[in-house]
């Protein structure tokens, strides 16, 4: 009923499978196991999410942890073959626009000049530059926008499918099991045990379960800020054609892309009672998503919603940044790789990687992440984007 491994991983979906993925091509010999309670992920958030990836961020981390990511994830068709041939990602390099009105513009060109000086593609577009590109979009309010023509969106579930395809390939091993507890001391974890009897021992441990993170920390004794937030995902057409669209947010949370004959995205809300929750209120769209399409575009009015999928962040109501590395209670090998409150997907590489070089070294090695661990919790000192995030 025991089972011995050097990392277990509790979690399968993007984040866990990238600190998989990293950790294997590192070292081949490692012995790595992914635990996931349901590998049908009927209720995972990686496959309900929006699938977007970009440059634009304003920490210098997010930043970092992006050019390597984005460029990881137009390889992912070579990478997560397993023959010759590409798998089929559904990706989509139609860049990523921020728009803001005048109230807003400052911040917006202080990232921009942020990501410019740190190597990023990224391009400053005045009101009527942004009327010619998109004839349909409204301008009057707006100051300015930032494309990033780099950027871009795929298929969550493919991403995932792939993923998991590799790593079995590579010699991963996937348990599904749900987690009861853990045997832990002072410093250290040794095993992980599930309800089903069984448990994992291990020399490091990584807290990649999602929204269901905090649930985990509470197992050993720890509280977190890192909460479920339920977000819709809704695909919407439009009666009228409209002009290619990159990934469009703007400072009203609206967000949406291209998907298909239609679109795919939503207006996130903060204000959405915190816990499992995957009830959908089919008067949301209507009332919250469409008002925010007819104010920016001239061809949403007519516009309805066709399907409604309800996700959840695992939202860091602390600062809204990912918690990454070991710390937590003073458990000096169980990393989290948890919290990134919507960005999990984009970055999901670019933490593997972090994650495989604290496992495999004791230390960051490509980027310093240390602002993101645990003791900026202890020590109240937030670490957050600012702008639009």
């Given at each position: 009923?025991?089972?011995?491994?050097?990392?277990?991983?509790?979690?399968?979906g993007?984040?866990?499978g990238?600190?998989?993925?990293h950790?294997?091509?590192?070292?081949?010999?490692?012995?790595v196991?992914?635990?996931e309670?349901d590998l049908?992920?009927a209720?995972?958030?990686?496959?309900r999410?929006?699938?977007?990836?970009?440059?634009?961020?304003?920490?210098?981390?997010?930043?970092e942890?992006?050019k390597?990511?984005?460029?990881?994830i137009?390889?992912?068709?070579?990478?997560?073959?397993?023959?010759?041939?590409?798998?089929?990602?559904?990706l989509q390099?139609h860049g990523y626009l921020f728009?803001?009105p005048?109230?807003?513009?400052?911040?917006?060109?202080?990232?921009?000049?942020?990501q410019r000086?740190m190597?990023?593609n990224?391009e400053w577009?005045?009101p009527?530059?942004l009327?010619?590109?998109?004839?349909?979009?409204?301008?009057?309010?707006?100051a300015?926008?930032?494309f990033s023509?780099?950027?871009?969106?795929?298929s969550?579930l493919?991403v995932?499918?792939?993923?998991n395809h590799?790593l079995?390939?590579l010699g991963?091993?996937?348990?599904?099991?749900?987690?009861?507890?853990?045997?832990f001391?002072?410093?250290r974890?040794?095993?992980?045990?599930?309800?089903?009897g069984?448990?994992?021992?291990?020399?490091?441990?990584?807290n990649?379960a999602?929204?269901?993170?905090?649930?985990?920390?509470?197992?050993?004794?720890?509280s977190?800020?890192?909460?479920?937030?339920?977000?819709?995902?809704?695909?919407?057409?439009?009666?009228?054609s409209?002009?290619?669209?990159?990934?469009i947010?703007d400072?009203a949370?609206?967000?949406?892309?291209?998907?298909?004959?239609?679109f795919?995205?939503g207006?996130?809300t903060?204000?959405e009672?915190?816990?499992f929750h995957?009830?959908?209120?089919?008067s949301?769209?209507?009332a919250?998503?469409k008002?925010a399409?007819?104010q920016?575009?001239?061809t949403?009015?007519?516009?309805s919603?066709?399907?409604?999928?309800s996700?959840?962040?695992d939202?860091?109501d602390?600062?809204?940044?990912?918690?990454?590395?070991?710390?937590l209670?003073g458990?000096e090998?169980?990393?989290?790789?948890s919290?990134?409150?919507?960005h999990?997907?984009?970055?999901?590489?670019g933490?593997?990687?972090?994650?495989?070089?604290?496992?495999l070294?004791?230390?960051?090695?490509?980027m310093?992440?240390?602002?993101?661990?645990?003791q900026r919790?202890?020590d109240n000192?937030?670490?957050?984007?600012s702008?639009?995030?």
């Amino acid at each position: 009923m025991s089972h011995k491994v050097d990392v277990a991983i509790i979690g399968g979906g993007a984040s866990g499978g990238m600190a998989a993925l990293h950790l294997k091509l590192a070292e081949p010999s490692l012995r790595v196991v992914i635990i996931e309670r349901d590998l049908s992920y009927a209720i995972a958030s990686t496959p309900r999410g929006s699938g977007g990836f970009r440059h634009l961020f304003s920490l210098p981390e997010n930043i970092e942890l992006s050019k390597y990511s984005v460029p990881f994830i137009k390889d992912l068709p070579q990478t997560l073959s397993l023959d010759s041939k590409p798998v089929d990602i559904g990706l989509q390099l139609h860049g990523y626009l921020f728009i803001v009105p005048h109230q807003d513009v400052r911040v917006l060109e202080e990232n921009y000049e942020r990501q410019r000086a740190m190597g990023c593609n990224v391009e400053w577009k005045t009101p009527s530059q942004l009327q010619e590109t998109y004839p349909s979009m409204k301008v009057e309010d707006l100051a300015a926008g930032v494309f990033s023509p780099d950027d871009g969106w795929l298929s969550n579930l493919q991403v995932l499918q792939a993923l998991n395809h590799k790593l079995r390939f590579l010699g991963v091993e996937f348990l599904e099991e749900e987690v009861a507890g853990f045997d832990f001391g002072s410093h250290r974890v040794s095993s992980v045990n599930f309800k089903s009897g069984a448990k994992v021992e291990a020399e490091h441990f990584v807290n990649a379960a999602g929204a269901w993170s905090g649930v985990l920390c509470e197992l050993l004794g720890v509280s977190t800020p890192i909460v479920p937030l339920k977000r819709y995902e809704h695909y919407f057409e439009a009666d009228t054609s409209t002009e290619q669209l990159p990934y469009i947010k703007d400072t009203a949370k609206l967000a949406f892309r291209p998907e298909g004959s239609g679109f795919s995205g939503g207006v996130p809300t903060f204000n959405e009672l915190r816990g499992f929750h995957f009830s959908i209120d089919d008067s949301y769209f209507d009332a919250v998503v469409k008002p925010a399409l007819i104010q920016r575009f001239q061809t949403f009015e007519k516009t309805s919603a066709i399907t409604t999928r309800s996700g959840l962040y695992d939202q860091n109501d602390f600062d809204y940044s990912p918690i990454i590395g070991p710390g937590l209670g003073g458990l000096e090998n169980f990393h989290m790789m948890s919290g990134f409150s919507g960005h999990g997907l984009m970055h999901s590489p670019g933490v593997g990687r972090a994650i495989s070089e604290l496992i495999l070294t004791g230390a960051f090695q490509t980027m310093d992440l240390r602002r993101f661990g645990w003791q900026r919790i202890l020590d109240n000192k937030p670490v957050k984007e600012s702008g639009i995030i």
